[in-house]
């Protein structure tokens, strides 16, 4: 297994990765691979933190980082990061590569001074990360109540104490909405690919 970071000639391959990975888990089809696509000139994008995960000298894996902010009760804003998509081929799901692609990033991030990590997800997986419910900590989701713990809205200090005088609001950054922002261009990139079905199934998104 070797883990390093992504390249313009893996561009392709990753984003068709991503699409394979995604598709119709959460939604009939998928965007992922669209916000992928896009997010790479979006100044909020940390190249450092790129990454592809090779097996076999083939890409099996891919996870992306983006600068992101806590709106803090007290009018300070404070700098964090979120990460996603993270996809694993699915032929390679369910064999730990995904968690150990996560936790090299995490470890580069610490590395790099980073001091927390917002994002959404399931903490059965994501607390095999160390992840905890973002509320545990003060951290509340935008749009949700405050009293409520949002059971999918996750937290990791990568620097420990990083939060402790920290209580705010998260917004999922503006560039995870870009294939809802402009549908025909996600048409348009999603025309590019082969076709596949988008089936409506159980365990989907409202």
């Known amino acids: 297994m070797n883990i390093r970071q992504e390249q313009p000639r893996d561009f392709r391959e990753v984003e068709n990765l991503t699409r394979e990975a995604f598709w119709n888990v959460y939604r009939p089809g998928c965007t992922e691979h669209y916000v992928l696509n896009q997010y790479r ?45 993270i996809s694993i081929l699915p ?12 936790m090299h990033a995490l470890d580069k991030a610490r590395a790099m001074g980073f001091g927390a990590v917002c994002m959404e997800g399931n903490i059965d997986f994501y607390g095999h990360a160390g992840f905890v419910v973002a ?33 705010g609001v998260y917004h999922t950054p503006q560039g995870y909405f870009v294939a809802m922002e402009a549908p025909a261009d996600f048409e348009a990139y999603e025309a590019t690919f082969p076709k596949k079905e988008k089936k409506v199934l159980p365990g989907q998104l409202p």
Not at 63 to 81: N, Q, T, Y
Not at 91 to 102: E, F, I, P, Q, V
Request: charge should be negative.
């Open 135 to 167: 509320s545990n900590l003060n951290i509340h989701y935008h749009g949700e109540p405050r009293e409520d713990p949002v059971p999918y809205f996750l937290a990791l200090e990568l620097q420990p104490g990083f939060l402790a005088e920290v209580e």
């Open 41 to 85: 000139t979006n100044p909020d994008f940390i190249p450092e933190l790129d990454l592809v995960l090779e097996e076999d000298n083939r890409i099996i894996g891919h996870v992306m980082f983006s600068h992101a902010v806590i709106k803090c009760d007290d009018g300070r804003d404070i700098p964090i990061l979120t990460f996603g998509p």
């Open 91 to 102: 032929a390679y799901k369910r064999k730990g590569y995904g968690l150990r692609l996560l």
